[in-house]
Nanobody
Framework: VQLQASGGGLVQAGGSLRLSCAASGRSFRQDTMAWFRQEPGKEREFVAA????????YYADSVKGRFTISRDNAANTVFLQMNSLTSEDTAVYYCAASGRAILSTISSQDAYEYWGPGTLVTVSS
């Protein structure tokens, strides 16, 4: 089972990026899929998640209204559309999957069994 994130890069403040996370090894259709991020010297933090197959999205307050998480089950891929980026969004972004997460744990990295290697997003001001 593998998760592979892509789409990171350098973007100017106010710009947009779309991250992709391709899953392989089995279907993740029923899993909760999420994005986390980690800035240098800081702990990994929750960004967004799609709860199981229900499709309901949850966001950190810091990205609400700017980021959108979505999934393509046929392609076993989850996306993170990031708009109105600021320098505070600079981080390594990780995708994660969980077959066991419940709503109360959806923002906890401990709830996720599978992790991708991360993709770097740098926002220049």
């Amino acid at each position: 089972v593998q998760l592979q994130a892509s789409g990171g890069g350098l973007v100017q403040a106010g710009g947009s990026l779309r991250l992709s996370c391709a899953a392989s090894g089995r279907s993740f259709r029923q899993d909760t899929m999420a994005w986390f991020r980690q800035e240098p010297g800081k702990e990994r933090e929750f960004v967004a998640a799609l709860f199981r197959s229900y499709g309901r999205a949850y966001y950190a307050d810091s990205v609400k209204g700017r980021f959108t998480i979505s999934r393509d089950n046929a392609a076993n891929t989850v996306f993170l559309q990031m708009n109105s980026l600021t320098s505070e969004d600079t981080a390594v972004y990780y995708c994660a999957a969980s077959g066991r997460a419940i709503l109360s744990t959806i923002s906890s990295q401990d709830a996720y069994e599978y992790w991708g290697p991360g993709t770097l997003v740098t926002v220049s001001s």
